[in-house]
């Protein structure tokens, strides 16, 4: 499995994603930053919801482009009929390309989260606009909820797959990730689907579910 993943991540040029995936990182400290000076965040727990949503949203669609590059443009292509004929297991071969999907995600995310919120722990000890102090608590409460965001977000971008799958198409499976996000980081009051863990995780496994389903015949059924 870790060859199949090796072998993938050299054929996707991960290189170029993780480098995109930093400059994403880069533009979201600059909103915040914005967000900071414009006293739009109060306090920090407000930063960190504002790093969440920006962080899961980015990286979700990031994942859409992910599963367009390793699976769906080679079943347009018809290139995944010729990896199929190497004596290499199917589901192997998909479960490596999903693998690398979920930990990209995952990753990027938790990095991101943690990276930009030490950013704005440092900008605001040097100006001082955030009311109140940053507790052990709401550490702890933060990193409970990002464990919970990133892997909600791996398995929410793997809902994309199944409408980028019916079509074969790049541009369905990217924009079905826009609006799951849409909807799931939408902030109305305070309010947000995602404030209820139990969503997230609902969505998450469906995505997974949905994945296992996509291709459980996978080694019966031929290459439309």
Request: charged content about 15%; proline content about 1%; overall charge positive.
């Given at each position: ?120 722990y440092f900008v605001d000890s040097k100006y ?77 496994c469906l995505g997974l579910l949905i994945a ?13």
């Amino acid at each position: 499995m870790l060859k199949l993943i090796s072998l993938e991540l050299r054929k996707v040029k991960i290189t170029g994603y993780i480098r995109n995936a930093f400059i994403a990182m880069l533009a979201i400290a600059g909103f915040i930053t914005l967000m900071y000076f414009d006293h739009t965040i109060k306090d920090y727990k407000d930063g960190f919801t504002a790093i969440e949503t920006f962080v899961q949203v980015t990286f979700t669609i990031f994942a859409a482009v992910l599963i367009s590059r390793l699976v769906i443009e080679e079943y347009r292509s018809k290139t995944i009929s010729t990896l199929f004929m190497y004596p290499i297991n199917r589901k192997k071969l998909i479960v490596a390309k999903l693998l690398i999907v979920i930990l990209f995600t995952f990753i990027a995310i938790v990095l991101s989260d943690i990276l930009i919120a030490i950013f704005l722990y440092f900008v605001d000890s040097k100006y001082h606009n955030i009311s109140g102090e940053l507790t052990l608590n709401l550490i702890l409460k933060e990193l409970f909820k990002l464990a919970i965001a990133a892997f909600s977000a791996a398995g929410l971008s793997l809902i994309s797959l199944f409408f980028g799958m019916k079509k074969k198409s790049t541009s369905a499976t990217i924009v079905t990730a826009v609006i799951l996000v849409s909807i799931t980081s939408s902030n109305s009051n305070g309010f947000s689907l995602n404030s209820i863990i139990a969503i997230p995780l609902s969505l998450a496994c469906l995505g997974l579910l949905i994945a296992y389903l996509s291709f459980r015949n996978i080694e019966k059924v031929d290459v439309e």
